[in-house]
Each structure stands twice: as C-alpha cells, then as structure tokens.
Nanobody, 123 residues
Framework: QVQLVESGGGLVQTGGSLRLSCVAS????????MGWFRQAPGKDREFVAA????????YSTDSVKGRFTISRDNAKNTVYLQMNNLKPEDTASYYC????????????????WGQGTQVTVSS
C-alpha cells in the first residue's frame, strides 16, 4: 500500500512558476512509476507527466513540454513537478499517482492516488 500526499499548489499569475511535490509512504518508492495528472472542472482527468522507475526516463504530454519538468528523489520518496510559464489553461487540480507498471498514460494504469492540490493561474 502506498499513500501519496501532494503540496505546492496555489494561485499564480500567467507566466509564473510553481513546484508541486508528492511524498510517498513506504520503502519501495523506487520501484514505482510516478505520474502527475490534472483535472479541470467539467473535464476528464488528463495525463501530464510520468517518471518511469526503470531507466529513469520521463514523458510529458505535448501541451506542457518545454514548460513542465518531472523529477524524483528516491532518497526522499518524493516526486516533483516543476511548472514554468504557467497559462490560464493549466488551472486544475493536480494529482500524483503511482503504479508498479513500467509506464502508463491513462489514469486506469495507476493504482494509488493522492488527494490533489489546486493550481490556479490568473490571466
């Protein structure tokens, strides 16, 4: 069982930056692929970025490439999402997720979820 707790959300102006953190419980954090998803009101939850546990490779959706960076610190059981040049369309609740699968782009690929942290970007 893995418990995930996100932090770092808030209100920021267009062009600003935020760094989200997600701390995981348990001693096998390094064996999980970690992902970030987001959900805006009235919309489906969408994939943002993931960090595979094997090979340390990352992947992000096209709309955030060049602006968002996912990273992880296995010693701290933490995954981060650095978000730069934020836009109003990035406004959403952001969720951290974990899976034992090698990789996943769909929310159904992930087994554990945090409660989410709100990011609001004002224009």
């Amino acid at each position: 069982q893995v418990q995930l707790v996100e932090s770092g959300g808030g209100l920021v102006q267009t062009g600003g930056s935020l760094r989200l953190s997600c701390v995981a419980s348990g001693r096998t954090f390094s064996s999980y692929t970690m992902g970030w998803f987001r959900q805006a009101p009235g919309k489906d939850r969408e994939f943002v970025a993931a960090f595979r546990w094997r090979g340390d490779s990352t992947y992000s959706t096209d709309s955030v490439k060049g602006r968002f960076t996912i990273s992880r610190d296995n010693a701290k059981n933490t995954v981060y999402l650095q978000m730069n040049n934020l836009k109003p369309e990035d406004t959403a609740s952001y969720y951290c997720a974990a899976t034992r699968r090698l990789f996943g782009l769909s929310s159904t690929d992930y087994d554990y979820w945090g409660q989410g942290t709100q990011v609001t970007v004002s224009s």
